[in-house]
Each structure stands twice: as structure tokens, then as C-alpha cells.
């Protein structure tokens, strides 16, 4: 699983912030469009993508989408 | 005098009782003079249920009541009934972009198909005695409201609502009634390591206008009523108990 790959994916969720906002060090959380429904979105996209299953304490003890990444990367088989 | 509410002679099924509203619902049905068969899916915790039972000749069976085999072997070995309590449910919060087939089929079969089905058996095999009463634990989202993530859980409730209609104009003919409870946030942890966090559910109570999340009880009382002879002329209604959720 590469980071690039998974910050995309992360990207993905979200319909109005330009990509190129999105970086392994983004706190994702000041972006303006973050919600309850993105962390969802983010939740169901690593199930389905990574097979891995996220709880909404994993995002919450979370700061920086490599922070989710690395929770990610831990809980694959 | 005897006690309209009382449940004393009553022989009640109640599903999902290894746990939350199903466990509170059995054990307040015992109190009540109920006789019980519980079943879940958890051996253990269903025997822990099993033990804060009040009275005796309770019985419990560990069944799987979302697969055709659980709901065939459970029945096979059912009494008649006076009552049926199905509570046995489960949420899966996801946002709507993200189900599909294999989601949407085991949130049905567990909270609308199993339910269903095993009050159609029971029926089928005539085991359920004449005024008997049907209780389904719906939920104020699909009937009402709904939740970030919780589309599926709502189709699942929503579906529920539907069927009661037709099943209590049908089975009134027998003399049985069928109602629904439709309970805002319960304490029972269904959400417990789901996608909804703790803070989330922290930031969701202060939005009850009676300053709680319900407890098991809360229900169970309900429950009680609607299996008991004081509701005789109760049926095809969804009662709504969400510490006022709804009215804002």
C-alpha cells in the first residue's frame, strides 16, 4: 500500500476541496469541507478499498491523514 | 384484583436477548409473572440473561434467527405462544454511496427478514395462541428520522413498519395484535467500535429534549404493556418512545 495512493483515495471523499490540498501532512481536519459524513466516507472507503475496518476513534485520535494511514497499514492482513 | 399489565401465564419469546433492550425486556418480562424463552446468538451472554431472570420454568436457546436454519430449528423446538418480543437487531452506520447488495442483505435478513419470518412460522405452524401479542423494536429512523450512515438500518425499520400494517389487519382475525415500539437512542452500545465515536454520541444526547439517551427499561416497560391485556384493543401502531427526539 503506497501513501500517494491512499492520500488520493482520501481525497476522493470530497467534493469541493482541490486535490492538490491533499498531503500526507494535511490536518485533515481544518479543511473546510471535513464532517461527520467525510469521516464516514473515509471509514467505508478503507473497508472497501483496504479491507480494514476503521472505528470513529480511530479518526478521532488522528491528526494528519498519514496518522490514518499508518492505523491502515498496522491492520492489514 | 387482578392487574391488567400483569403477564403472569404468559409464555413470551423474546429475540436478541443476550444483550440491551432484548436482555432489560426479558428479565422486566419475569418480574411481570412472564414465562420466558430467550434466545440470541451469544451462548454466553444469553446465559447470563438466563440467570437475572425472576421465577421459573424460563428457557433459552441459542439460535441465529437472521438464517433460515436458526429461525427452523428454533421454532422446532418453540411451545405456544402468547407473545413474541423481537428485538434481535443490528447497525452497520455507512454512508448511502458506499452499500451494496452483500450490506443491504445482512442488515435485512437480521433486522427485517428474520423477524418476519420467524412470526410467519410460528403463524404457519399455529403456535401462536388466540390473543397473543406481536411486538417489533422498530426504531424512530426510518419511520421518522434518520442518521449520517444510517440508511440501510432505516430501510431495515422502515420495512418493519410496513409489514405490521398488513400483519396486524390480517392476524386480527385471530384475535392477535401486532405494534411496533419506535425507540430514539438507547444506552446499549450498538455503536460500540463502530464508525460513530464516543463524541459523536456525546454531541447527539444534548440534541434529546429530555436530556437523556433512553435506557433499556425505558422500553422494556413499553414492551410489557403492549404484551399484556391492557393493550387489548392495541394493534397495527407504532408507539413512539424518543425522550421527545422527534418534536424538534
Excluded at chain 2, 426479558?26 to 412472564?34: F, H, L, P, Q, V
Excluded at chain 2, 414465562?35 to 437475572?52: C, H, K, P, V, Y
Excluded at chain 2, 452499500?99 to 427485517?112: A, P, Q, S, V
Excluded at chain 2, 450512515?149 to 400494517?165: F, R
Amino acid at each position: 500500500m503506497e501513501i500517494q495512493k491512499f492520500v488520493q483515495n482520501f481525497a476522493a471523499q470530497f467534493e469541493e476541496t482541490d486535490a492538490e490540498v491533499f498531503k500526507s501532512d494535511t490536518i485533515f481536519r481544518e479543511i473546510d469541507e471535513w464532517s461527520s459524513l467525510t469521516a464516514l466516507s473515509i471509514i467505508a472507503m478503507v473497508d472497501e478499498e483496504y479491507s480494514v475496518k476503521l472505528t470513529g476513534e480511530d479518526i478521532r485520535n488522528s491528526k494528519l491523514i498519514e496518522d490514518i494511514y499508518q492505523i491502515v497499514l498496522s491492520r492489514i492482513d | 384484583m387482578s392487574n391488567p399489565f400483569s403477564l403472569l401465564g404468559k409464555v413470551i419469546l423474546v429475540t436478541g436477548a443476550s444483550s440491551g433492550i432484548g436482555k432489560r425486556t426479558a428479565i422486566e418480562c419475569s418480574k411481570s409473572g412472564a414465562q420466558l424463552i430467550i434466545t440470541g446468538r451469544n451462548a454466553e451472554r444469553l446465559s447470563q440473561t438466563f440467570e437475572e431472570l425472576e421465577g421459573q420454568s424460563h428457557r433459552q436457546i441459542v439460535a441465529d434467527v437472521s438464517v433460515d436454519a436458526g429461525l427452523n430449528e428454533l421454532v422446532s423446538s418453540l411451545p405456544k405462544l402468547d407473545g413474541i418480543v423481537h428485538v434481535a437487531g443490528i447497525s452497520k452506520p455507512k454512508p448511502f454511496a458506499f452499500l451494496n447488495r452483500k450490506e443491504l442483505d445482512e442488515i435485512m435478513n437480521t433486522n427485517f427478514y428474520g423477524p418476519t419470518l420467524l412470526t410467519n412460522i410460528l403463524i404457519r405452524k399455529k403456535l401462536l395462541n388466540k390473543n397473543a401479542s406481536i411486538v417489533f423494536i422498530s426504531s424512530i429512523s426510518g419511520v421518522s428520522c434518520s442518521f449520517l450512515g444510517g440508511a440501510s438500518y432505516s430501510a431495515s425499520k422502515g420495512a418493519i413498519n410496513g409489514i405490521i400494517k398488513g400483519m396486524a389487519l390480517e392476524l386480527a382475525a385471530k384475535q392477535i395484535r401486532v405494534n411496533s415500539i419506535l425507540p430514539g437512542m438507547i444506552d446499549t452500545g450498538i455503536f460500540d467500535g463502530s464508525a460513530i465515536s464516543e463524541q459523536d454520541l456525546i454531541e447527539d444526547r444534548k440534541r434529546y429534549p429530555l436530556g437523556r439517551y433512553g435506557k433499556p427499561e425505558d422500553i422494556a416497560y413499553a414492551v410489557i404493556y403492549l404484551l399484556s391485556d391492557a393493550s387489548s384493543w392495541i394493534t397495527g401502531s407504532n408507539l413512539l418512545i424518543d425522550g421527545g427526539f422527534t418534536l424538534i
